[in-house]
């Protein structure tokens, strides 16, 4: 028996790292996980290596509307949504700032801050009609201290 048995989960940036590791753990422990990414290989080869508990979505968090479909596979192929993590990140813009490229930094913003607002909101409005769920956003030292990745 699982500590989540039951539970259906939305991972955003489940292809790598801290989100794969959280999509594993969540399968592991008896929910049931919709994987999505931008990056539709490693995100369909994990969804594939966790079995029938989990799905892959493709989605770009930076997209107004794209996560919804993630959601929806949730509710169509496991029932429903309780958990919706938003996670995805990239290394920010590196070197000196004095020759930042704003195309970098507009993209760092978009997927940090846009894309964690737009998550939020999907997800509200999905658990707003079920009455209950969690949404859990993941952050960083970065956020709160320079130094520790990219000035953006
Ligand atoms: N690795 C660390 O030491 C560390 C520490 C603290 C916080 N974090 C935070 O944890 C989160 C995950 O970091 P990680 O280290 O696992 O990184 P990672 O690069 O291993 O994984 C990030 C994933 O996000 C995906 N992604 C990037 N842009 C996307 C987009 N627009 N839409 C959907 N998916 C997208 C990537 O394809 C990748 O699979 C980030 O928000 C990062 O800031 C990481």
């Not at 508990?53 to 989605?59: E, I, L, N, S, W």
């Not at 813009?93 to 978009?110: F, P």
């Not at 993941?138 to 953006?152: E, R």
Request: hydrophobic share 45%.
């Amino acid at each position: 028996m699982g500590r989540i048995d039951g539970t259906r989960a939305v991972v955003t940036g489940a292809a790598s790292g801290i989100g794969a590791s959280m999509a594993r753990l969540f399968v592991d422990e008896g929910a049931t996980v919709v994987l999505s990414d931008i990056d539709d290989d490693r995100g369909r080869a994990l969804a594939t290596d966790l079995g029938t508990a989990a799905r892959y979505a493709h989605v770009d968090v930076t997209v107004e509307g794209a996560l919804e479909s993630a959601l929806e596979l949730s509710a169509s192929e496991f029932g429903g949504l309780d958990v919706v993590c938003n996670n995805p990140g990239n290394p920010g813009t590196t070197g000196s700032i004095l020759e930042a490229d704003m195309d970098s930094v507009d993209r760092t913003i978009a997927i940090h801050l846009r894309g964690v607002f737009l998550g939020i909101r999907a997800a509200a409005r999905a658990m707003v009609s079920n009455g209950s769920g969690s949404i859990i956003n993941t952050g960083s030292v970065a956020g709160i201290q320079a130094n520790y990745a990219g000035h953006d």
